[in-house]
């Protein structure tokens, strides 16, 4: 995969984005929270991620936050958010102008191991 010039990999299949984001359907209120994709995805333990929120889903007070994934199955992540005074999420919908996306930020050494997600492997940055 190329190296884009501020050192992010880029994709080398049109029309497929990399990093890969995802399309939010659910989140979660309470201490930790829970944010469903309805589809499987490549988000790992450890791992940074951001969230774009539009208006219309509601909890814009998730929008360009930043957390840490601390636990995932096939279509969810867990971050250490406490969202308990959000407002709630709203299913909106796909809309062109309005999007709610979970999207990679950084990539870090999984919490408690000595394991490294691959995105360190290949761009060689330290995690902040």
Do not use: W
């Amino acid at each position: 995969m190329p190296i884009h010039s501020d050192g992010c990999d880029v994709s080398t299949t049109p029309g497929t984005p990399y990093p890969e984001f995802k399309y939010i359907t659910s989140v979660t209120q309470g201490q930790r929270t829970i944010v469903g994709f309805g589809q499987t995805h490549d988000f790992t333990d450890g791992e940074i991620v951001s969230f774009r929120v539009s208006p219309p889903f509601g909890m814009v007070e998730l929008n360009n936050v930043q957390s840490r994934v601390i636990a995932h199955d096939t279509t969810s992540i867990t971050i250490d958010i406490d969202s308990s005074n959000f407002t709630p999420f709203v299913n909106a919908g796909l809309y062109e102008q309005y999007l709610a996306v979970c999207v990679p930020s950084a990539s870090g050494i999984i919490p408690g191991t000595a394991t490294i997600n691959l995105e360190d492997a290949f761009d060689m940055k330290p995690p902040t």
